[in-house]
């Protein structure tokens, strides 16, 4: 097709209809459907949260079983340790004993905290749902 000549109209075109053969547009589902139908990147979502927990269960196990069954073990190992004293308790059973239980609690506090925090950002996700339409 030629350009037309510089000053002329352009070209009239005839529209004699809409385009109706064209599929609407989805709608964007919500990805709490995507869990509850428990479709695709319904079982993404729900690995990704579960991969998270594990990390964190194991992080905190395997922090508190190295100090838990660490203080037994040196004290086992090394015997000069066991003869400390702290006034007129022996320094195993003072640390095994008492010192351990602080230890724990405040382990459960990061836990719980950690925890809480995972699931605050799942929820977000959740809502904020699927980022490509």
Known sequence: MTAPPPGSP?????????RRDARPRAARRPATQELAE???????????????????????LLGTGVVVLGLPALFALVPITRDIRVGPIPLPWLAIGVCIY?????????????????EREFSELVKAGPTAP
């Open 102 to 118: 602080p230890l724990v609690v405040v382990v459960a506090r990061i836990y719980v905290k950690q925890a809480e925090r995972i």
């Open 38 to 60: 428990q479709t695709g990147l319904g079982e993404v979502y729900l690995s990704a949260l579960l991969r998270a927990q594990l990390r964190l269960s194991v992080a905190i």
């Open 10 to 18: 352009p070209r009239r075109v005839r529209i004699t209809s809409p």
